[in-house]
Nanobody, 119 residues
Framework: QVQPVESGGGLVQPGGSLRLSCATSESILTLTAMGWYRQAPGKQREFVALITNGGGEKYVNSVKDRFTVSRDSAKSTVYLQMNNLKPEDTGVYYC?????????????WGQGTQVTVSS
């Protein structure tokens, strides 16, 4: 299993935007849906969004109309465009292969990328 590599996090003010990237392998991107997950301090990791290998999208209600997941097959990369960020979006963001339900497919995780939304 190739470990995905997340990047693009940072510190942003409420209302700001960030784009996260998840670099993975061509085979993984072809065969599985890819999900984004986040873990806020003191909380369990939760599902945020996924994109299927056919391009279908799914979001948790709290990020609908603010976040957009996309993929670039040529670069074997999945993106998460996050707009109108809120303090409650703060956390470490991870990507992983995902089931259509949103549950992660694999038990292992990369290092993630920290997103902090604060004024």
């Amino acid at each position: 299993q190739v470990q995905p590599v997340e990047s693009g996090g940072g510190l942003v003010q409420p209302g700001g935007s960030l784009r996260l990237s998840c670099a993975t392998s061509e085979s993984i991107l072809t065969l599985t849906a890819m999900g984004w997950y986040r873990q806020a301090p003191g909380k369990q990791r939760e599902f945020v969004a996924l994109i299927t290998n056919g391009g279908g999208e799914k979001y948790v209600n709290s990020v609908k109309d603010r976040f957009t997941v996309s993929r670039d097959s040529a670069k074997s990369t999945v993106y998460l465009q996050m707009n109108n960020l809120k303090p409650e979006d703060t956390g470490v963001y991870y990507c992983n292969s995902a089931r259509i339900s949103g549950t992660p497919l694999f038990d292992s995780w990369g290092q993630g990328t920290q997103v902090t939304v604060s004024s």
